[in-house]
Protein backbone atom coordinates (compact mmCIF):
# COMPACT_ATOMS: atom_id res chain seq x y z
CA UNK A 1 0.00 0.00 0.00
CA UNK A 2 3.21 2.24 1.20
CA UNK A 3 4.33 1.33 -2.69
CA UNK A 4 1.53 2.66 -4.39
CA UNK A 5 1.16 5.83 -2.63
CA UNK A 6 4.77 6.18 -3.12
CA UNK A 7 4.32 5.79 -6.96
CA UNK A 8 1.36 7.72 -6.95
CA UNK A 9 3.21 10.64 -5.67
CA UNK A 10 5.85 10.28 -8.34
CA UNK A 11 3.60 10.34 -10.97
CA UNK A 12 1.47 13.38 -9.92
CA UNK A 13 5.24 15.10 -9.41
CA UNK A 14 6.30 14.43 -13.05
CA UNK A 15 3.23 15.67 -14.14
CA UNK A 16 3.32 18.44 -12.42
CA UNK A 17 7.03 19.21 -13.79
CA UNK A 18 5.63 18.52 -17.37
CA UNK A 19 3.44 21.24 -17.52
CA UNK A 20 5.53 23.82 -16.02
CA UNK A 21 8.48 22.71 -18.04
CA UNK A 22 8.84 24.82 -21.09
CA UNK A 23 9.17 24.13 -25.29
CA UNK A 24 11.80 23.65 -26.34
CA UNK A 25 11.19 26.49 -28.70
CA UNK A 26 9.84 28.81 -25.39
CA UNK A 27 13.32 27.99 -23.51
CA UNK A 28 15.10 28.33 -27.07
CA UNK A 29 13.99 32.29 -27.34
CA UNK A 30 14.93 33.00 -24.17
CA UNK A 31 18.30 31.41 -24.36
CA UNK A 32 18.82 33.45 -27.39
CA UNK A 33 17.94 36.40 -25.63
CA UNK A 34 20.75 35.35 -22.87
CA UNK A 35 23.55 35.39 -25.74
CA UNK A 36 23.23 39.37 -25.53
CA UNK A 37 23.28 39.28 -21.42
CA UNK A 38 25.98 41.59 -20.36
CA UNK A 39 27.91 38.71 -18.79
CA UNK A 40 30.37 36.25 -20.85
CA UNK A 41 29.48 33.52 -18.56
CA UNK A 42 25.79 33.97 -19.47
CA UNK A 43 26.07 34.17 -23.36
CA UNK A 44 28.19 31.09 -23.25
CA UNK A 45 25.83 29.65 -21.13
CA UNK A 46 22.99 30.01 -23.49
CA UNK A 47 25.28 29.25 -26.34
CA UNK A 48 26.31 25.82 -24.69
CA UNK A 49 22.58 24.84 -23.60
CA UNK A 50 21.01 25.54 -27.15
CA UNK A 51 23.62 23.53 -28.67
CA UNK A 52 23.30 19.97 -26.28
CA UNK A 53 19.34 20.55 -27.13
CA UNK A 54 20.39 19.45 -31.41
CA UNK A 55 18.01 19.75 -33.50
CA UNK A 56 14.66 20.69 -32.11
CA UNK A 57 16.08 24.36 -31.71
CA UNK A 58 16.87 25.16 -34.87
CA UNK A 59 13.91 26.33 -36.08
CA UNK A 60 14.07 29.26 -33.57
CA UNK A 61 17.74 29.91 -34.62
CA UNK A 62 16.70 30.17 -37.93
CA UNK A 63 13.48 32.86 -37.41
CA UNK A 64 16.28 34.81 -35.27
CA UNK A 65 19.55 34.75 -36.83
CA UNK A 66 18.33 38.56 -38.18
CA UNK A 67 18.58 39.35 -34.27
CA UNK A 68 19.37 42.94 -33.79
CA UNK A 69 22.27 42.20 -31.71
CA UNK A 70 25.75 41.65 -33.45
CA UNK A 71 26.90 39.39 -31.04
CA UNK A 72 23.62 36.94 -31.16
CA UNK A 73 23.75 36.95 -34.96
CA UNK A 74 27.26 35.84 -34.78
CA UNK A 75 27.13 32.85 -32.04
CA UNK A 76 23.54 32.19 -34.20
CA UNK A 77 25.48 31.94 -37.48
CA UNK A 78 27.97 29.19 -35.16
CA UNK A 79 25.23 26.96 -34.23
CA UNK A 80 23.82 26.85 -37.47
CA UNK A 81 26.91 25.99 -39.26
CA UNK A 82 25.91 23.22 -41.59
CA UNK A 83 22.70 23.38 -41.15
CA UNK A 84 21.27 25.85 -42.69
CA UNK A 85 20.47 24.00 -46.24
CA UNK A 86 17.23 22.37 -44.70
CA UNK A 87 16.08 25.88 -44.09
CA UNK A 88 17.42 27.15 -47.81
CA UNK A 89 16.51 24.94 -49.83
CA UNK A 90 12.54 24.68 -48.81
CA UNK A 91 12.66 29.02 -49.02
CA UNK A 92 14.30 28.39 -52.41
CA UNK A 93 12.26 25.61 -53.93
CA UNK A 94 8.94 27.56 -52.46
CA UNK A 95 9.78 30.54 -54.81
CA UNK A 96 10.26 28.53 -57.96
CA UNK A 97 7.15 26.80 -56.94
CA UNK A 98 4.96 29.21 -56.75
CA UNK A 99 6.80 30.79 -59.38
CA UNK A 100 8.02 34.05 -57.61
CA UNK A 101 9.56 35.47 -60.94
CA UNK A 102 10.61 38.27 -59.30
CA UNK A 103 13.02 36.81 -56.41
CA UNK A 104 14.27 33.80 -58.95
CA UNK A 105 17.90 35.36 -58.89
CA UNK A 106 17.45 34.63 -55.14
CA UNK A 107 16.35 31.21 -55.25
CA UNK A 108 19.22 30.10 -57.69
CA UNK A 109 21.48 32.12 -55.45
CA UNK A 110 20.46 29.96 -52.51
CA UNK A 111 21.27 27.00 -54.43
CA UNK A 112 24.65 27.77 -55.07
CA UNK A 113 25.34 28.46 -51.77
CA UNK A 114 24.42 24.35 -51.25
CA UNK A 115 24.98 22.96 -53.98
CA UNK A 116 25.50 19.74 -52.92
CA UNK A 117 21.95 19.69 -51.14
CA UNK A 118 20.72 21.62 -53.96
CA UNK A 119 21.33 19.18 -56.69
CA UNK A 120 19.35 16.26 -54.52
CA UNK A 121 16.19 18.41 -54.43
CA UNK A 122 16.29 19.49 -58.04
CA UNK A 123 16.72 16.47 -58.99
CA UNK A 124 13.41 15.32 -57.30
CA UNK A 125 11.67 18.14 -59.04
CA UNK A 126 12.26 17.37 -62.65
CA UNK A 127 9.82 15.12 -63.41
CA UNK A 128 7.23 16.25 -60.36
CA UNK A 129 3.87 16.20 -61.75
CA UNK A 130 2.71 18.71 -59.17
CA UNK A 131 5.05 20.98 -59.98
CA UNK A 132 5.04 21.65 -64.13
CA UNK A 133 7.06 24.86 -64.04
CA UNK A 134 9.76 24.17 -60.85
CA UNK A 135 9.97 21.15 -63.07
CA UNK A 136 11.63 23.20 -65.62
CA UNK A 137 13.72 25.50 -64.08
CA UNK A 138 15.47 22.46 -62.11
CA UNK A 139 16.15 20.36 -65.91
CA UNK A 140 17.26 24.02 -66.96
CA UNK A 141 19.41 24.60 -64.15
CA UNK A 142 20.46 21.37 -63.13
CA UNK A 143 23.71 20.51 -64.77
CA UNK A 144 25.51 23.86 -63.35
CA UNK A 145 24.41 23.19 -60.11
CA UNK A 146 25.66 19.58 -60.38
CA UNK A 147 29.26 20.99 -61.49
CA UNK A 148 29.47 23.36 -58.84
CA UNK A 149 28.14 20.78 -56.44
CA UNK A 150 31.47 18.48 -57.57
CA UNK A 151 32.97 21.09 -56.97
CA UNK A 152 32.44 21.17 -53.34
CA UNK A 153 32.55 17.39 -52.68
CA UNK A 154 35.86 17.28 -54.41
CA UNK A 155 37.21 20.12 -51.99
CA UNK A 156 35.93 21.29 -48.84
CA UNK A 157 35.15 24.84 -48.65
CA UNK A 158 36.41 25.69 -52.54
CA UNK A 159 34.99 28.60 -54.02
CA UNK A 160 32.37 27.97 -56.68
CA UNK A 161 32.77 29.73 -60.36
CA UNK A 162 30.24 32.44 -61.06
CA UNK A 163 29.86 31.31 -64.16
CA UNK A 164 28.15 28.50 -63.08
CA UNK A 165 25.68 30.66 -61.14
CA UNK A 166 25.12 33.25 -64.05
CA UNK A 167 24.57 30.55 -66.72
CA UNK A 168 22.10 29.34 -64.76
CA UNK A 169 20.57 32.55 -64.17
CA UNK A 170 20.62 32.97 -68.20
CA UNK A 171 18.80 29.10 -68.11
CA UNK A 172 15.97 30.20 -65.30
CA UNK A 173 15.42 33.70 -67.56
CA UNK A 174 15.10 31.84 -70.51
CA UNK A 175 12.47 29.54 -69.00
CA UNK A 176 10.70 32.78 -67.72
CA UNK A 177 10.25 34.07 -71.16
CA UNK A 178 9.22 31.02 -72.59
CA UNK A 179 6.63 31.17 -69.91
CA UNK A 180 5.28 34.64 -70.98
CA UNK A 181 5.10 33.18 -74.76
CA UNK A 182 3.30 30.32 -73.70
CA UNK A 183 0.65 32.54 -71.61
CA UNK A 184 0.09 34.34 -74.87
CA UNK A 185 0.08 31.06 -76.98
CA UNK A 186 -2.43 29.30 -74.53
CA UNK A 187 -5.16 32.19 -76.23
CA UNK A 188 -4.71 31.38 -79.43
CA UNK A 189 -5.63 28.20 -81.54
CA UNK A 190 -3.12 25.33 -81.73
CA UNK A 191 -1.74 24.77 -84.95
CA UNK A 192 -2.58 22.28 -87.21
CA UNK A 193 -0.43 18.85 -87.20
CA UNK A 194 1.25 18.16 -90.30
CA UNK A 195 0.60 14.76 -92.08
CA UNK A 196 3.14 12.20 -91.66
CA UNK A 197 5.33 11.66 -95.23
CA UNK A 198 4.86 8.34 -96.51
CA UNK A 199 8.27 6.65 -96.56
CA UNK A 200 8.90 7.08 -100.33
CA UNK A 201 8.53 10.53 -99.75
CA UNK A 202 11.48 9.98 -96.99
CA UNK A 203 13.63 8.64 -99.51
CA UNK A 204 12.87 10.70 -102.04
CA UNK A 205 14.23 13.78 -99.96
CA UNK A 206 17.12 11.67 -98.64
CA UNK A 207 18.05 11.40 -102.47
CA UNK A 208 17.62 15.18 -103.10
CA UNK A 209 20.06 15.91 -100.61
CA UNK A 210 22.45 13.64 -101.81
CA UNK A 211 22.06 14.99 -105.39
CA UNK A 212 22.44 18.46 -104.09
CA UNK A 213 24.98 20.92 -105.31
CA UNK A 214 23.80 24.09 -102.89
CA UNK A 215 21.94 24.22 -99.53
CA UNK A 216 18.69 25.69 -101.36
CA UNK A 217 18.59 22.77 -103.42
CA UNK A 218 18.27 20.61 -100.18
CA UNK A 219 16.32 23.11 -98.49
CA UNK A 220 12.74 21.33 -98.61
CA UNK A 221 13.70 18.17 -98.30
CA UNK A 222 15.89 18.80 -95.47
CA UNK A 223 12.32 20.94 -93.22
CA UNK A 224 10.86 17.46 -94.13
CA UNK A 225 13.60 15.23 -92.24
CA UNK A 226 13.25 17.91 -89.42
CA UNK A 227 9.65 18.04 -89.10
CA UNK A 228 9.10 14.02 -88.82
CA UNK A 229 12.69 13.62 -86.99
CA UNK A 230 11.73 9.75 -86.13
CA UNK A 231 10.68 8.12 -89.61
CA UNK A 232 13.49 9.88 -91.17
CA UNK A 233 16.61 8.92 -88.90
CA UNK A 234 14.82 5.18 -89.48
CA UNK A 235 15.43 6.18 -93.60
CA UNK A 236 18.43 7.10 -93.20
CA UNK A 237 19.44 4.20 -91.43
CA UNK A 238 17.93 2.26 -94.38
CA UNK A 239 19.83 4.22 -96.85
CA UNK A 240 23.13 3.76 -95.22
CA UNK A 241 22.69 0.00 -95.30
CA UNK A 242 21.44 -0.71 -99.22
CA UNK A 243 23.43 2.02 -100.78
CA UNK A 244 27.19 2.13 -101.91
CA UNK A 245 26.98 5.57 -101.08
CA UNK A 246 28.15 7.20 -97.75
CA UNK A 247 27.67 10.63 -97.83
CA UNK A 248 29.76 12.32 -94.57
CA UNK A 249 26.42 13.93 -93.58
CA UNK A 250 24.20 10.90 -93.56
CA UNK A 251 25.51 9.38 -90.36
CA UNK A 252 25.41 12.71 -88.10
CA UNK A 253 21.97 13.73 -89.24
CA UNK A 254 20.70 10.56 -88.57
CA UNK A 255 21.99 10.52 -84.71
CA UNK A 256 20.63 14.59 -84.49
CA UNK A 257 17.49 13.34 -85.60
CA UNK A 258 17.37 10.14 -83.19
CA UNK A 259 18.16 12.39 -80.66
CA UNK A 260 14.98 14.34 -80.57
CA UNK A 261 12.84 11.77 -79.25
CA UNK A 262 15.05 11.67 -76.30
CA UNK A 263 15.18 15.47 -75.58
CA UNK A 264 11.34 15.44 -76.26
CA UNK A 265 10.54 12.43 -73.19
CA UNK A 266 12.35 14.93 -71.38
CA UNK A 267 9.93 17.77 -71.75
CA UNK A 268 7.21 16.52 -72.03
CA UNK A 269 7.95 13.72 -69.42
CA UNK A 270 6.58 9.74 -69.47
CA UNK A 271 2.95 10.76 -68.55
CA UNK A 272 0.55 12.14 -70.57
CA UNK A 273 0.24 15.65 -72.02
CA UNK A 274 0.01 18.48 -69.82
CA UNK A 275 -4.10 19.54 -69.67
CA UNK A 276 -3.18 23.40 -68.66
CA UNK A 277 -3.25 25.24 -71.92
CA UNK A 278 -0.41 27.61 -70.28
CA UNK A 279 1.81 24.12 -70.01
CA UNK A 280 0.71 22.59 -73.21
CA UNK A 281 1.65 25.91 -75.20
CA UNK A 282 5.04 26.06 -72.80
CA UNK A 283 5.51 22.07 -74.46
CA UNK A 284 5.07 23.01 -77.68
CA UNK A 285 7.47 26.01 -77.80
CA UNK A 286 9.84 24.52 -75.98
CA UNK A 287 10.17 21.25 -78.94
CA UNK A 288 9.68 23.45 -81.32
CA UNK A 289 13.18 25.20 -80.12
CA UNK A 290 14.46 21.92 -80.16
CA UNK A 291 13.70 21.03 -83.65
CA UNK A 292 15.05 24.82 -84.82
CA UNK A 293 18.43 23.54 -82.98
CA UNK A 294 18.53 20.30 -84.59
CA UNK A 295 17.16 22.35 -88.28
CA UNK A 296 20.22 24.63 -87.39
CA UNK A 297 22.48 22.02 -86.66
CA UNK A 298 21.89 19.60 -89.64
CA UNK A 299 21.88 22.53 -91.92
CA UNK A 300 25.01 23.78 -91.35
CA UNK A 301 26.90 19.92 -91.48
CA UNK A 302 24.83 19.33 -94.36
CA UNK A 303 25.89 22.62 -96.21
CA UNK A 304 29.60 21.89 -94.81
CA UNK A 305 29.78 18.84 -96.49
CA UNK A 306 28.02 20.34 -99.79
CA UNK A 307 31.12 22.78 -99.83
CA UNK A 308 33.72 19.88 -99.51
CA UNK A 309 31.81 18.04 -102.44
CA UNK A 310 32.38 21.08 -104.22
CA UNK A 311 35.78 21.87 -103.30
CA UNK A 312 36.83 18.29 -104.32
CA UNK A 313 35.14 18.41 -107.82
CA UNK A 314 37.29 21.94 -108.22
CA UNK A 315 39.97 20.27 -107.39
CA UNK A 316 39.14 17.07 -109.80
CA UNK A 317 38.68 19.66 -112.58
CA UNK A 318 41.54 22.10 -112.07
CA UNK A 319 43.34 18.55 -112.39
CA UNK A 320 41.88 17.17 -115.15
CA UNK A 321 42.47 20.27 -117.32
CA UNK A 322 45.95 20.42 -116.34
CA UNK A 323 46.82 16.82 -117.43
CA UNK A 324 44.86 18.23 -120.64
CA UNK A 325 47.24 21.34 -120.95
CA UNK A 326 50.26 18.77 -120.80
CA UNK A 327 49.23 15.99 -123.32
CA UNK A 328 47.87 19.08 -125.39
CA UNK A 329 51.77 20.75 -125.19
CA UNK A 330 52.75 17.14 -125.73
CA UNK A 331 50.75 16.54 -129.04
CA UNK A 332 51.90 19.95 -130.77
CA UNK A 333 55.45 19.13 -129.10
CA UNK A 334 55.29 15.66 -131.28
CA UNK A 335 53.57 17.61 -134.13
CA UNK A 336 56.54 20.12 -134.42
CA UNK A 337 58.89 17.73 -134.68
CA UNK A 338 57.35 15.76 -137.79
CA UNK A 339 56.88 19.00 -139.48
CA UNK A 340 59.63 20.48 -139.00
CA UNK A 341 62.19 19.95 -142.60
CA UNK A 342 65.41 18.13 -141.67
CA UNK A 343 68.64 20.34 -141.23
CA UNK A 344 70.87 19.56 -144.51
CA UNK A 345 74.27 18.91 -143.63
CA UNK A 346 77.28 20.77 -144.56
CA UNK A 347 79.21 19.76 -147.21
CA UNK A 348 82.28 21.90 -147.11
CA UNK A 349 85.41 20.63 -146.33
CA UNK A 350 87.29 22.11 -143.32
CA UNK A 351 89.86 24.61 -143.59
Do not use: C
Request: glycine share 4%; charged share 30%.
Amino acid sequence: MLVLRILSLSVALWAGDATTRPSPSTEAAALIEQMAAPTFAQREAAERRLRNMGDAVLPALWQRRHHPDAEVRRRIAVLLTGKTARFVLPEALEIIDKPDLERLDEAIALFFQYPIEAEVALQSRVNDPEHFLTGEFAREILTHVSRAASIAKRSSGARISTHYQRSAGQRAASVVERWKRAGVAATQPAPATRPAPSPAQVAEAIETIVAARTLQDADAAIDLLVRHPGPAAEAIERFLKTTKQKPRWAAYVRGRLASFESQRAAVTGKGPSPTDPQEAAYVRLRLDEIRTGIDRSVRNYINRDIQRQKQQRAKEEAQRRKKEQAEAARRKKDADATTRPATPKSTTAPK
